[in-house]
């Protein structure tokens, strides 16, 4: 079993930067790809970010590109999401999901969830 922690998640100003962390027990969290999804009420959880299982390969939602920054520390167990720019749109309930398929970009080619940490960017 594996479990996932998100923290960093709060208020912030239109243009402000947050940085989000998920701190990974349970198994060798090198063994798996890293992904953010985030839900905003009434929407479908959507892909945000993923990261491949040596960091060396990232991948983006195109409306994030340029502002987010997926990174891992497998020594440290933990993945963070730097998010620059933020923009009211940006507004969900952001989680960290572990798996194995190489670039996942749906939900379900996850095996293990977060809980989630909410963002709010307001205009």
């Known amino acids: 079993q594996v479990q996932l922690v998100e923290s960093g998640g709060r208020l912030v100003q239109t243009g402000e930067s947050l940085r989000l962390s998920c701190e990974v027990s349970g198994r060798t969290f090198s063994n798996y790809v890293m992904a953010w999804f985030r839900q905003a009420p009434g929407k479908e959880r959507e892909f945000v970010a993923v990261?491949?299982?040596?960091?060396?390969?990232?991948a983006y939602l195109d409306s994030v590109k340029g502002r987010f920054t997926i990174s891992r520390g497998n020594a440290g167990n933990t993945m963070s999401l730097q998010m620059g720019s933020l923009k009211p749109e940006d507004t969900a309930t952001y989680y960290c999901?572990?798996?194995?398929?190489?670039?996942?970009?749906?939900?379900?080619?996850?095996?293990?969830w977060g809980q989630g940490t909410q963002v709010t960017v307001s205009s």
């Open positions: 990261i491949n299982r040596g960091g060396t390969a990232t």
């Open positions: 999901a572990a798996g194995t398929v190489l670039n996942g970009r749906r939900p379900d080619m996850y095996l293990y």
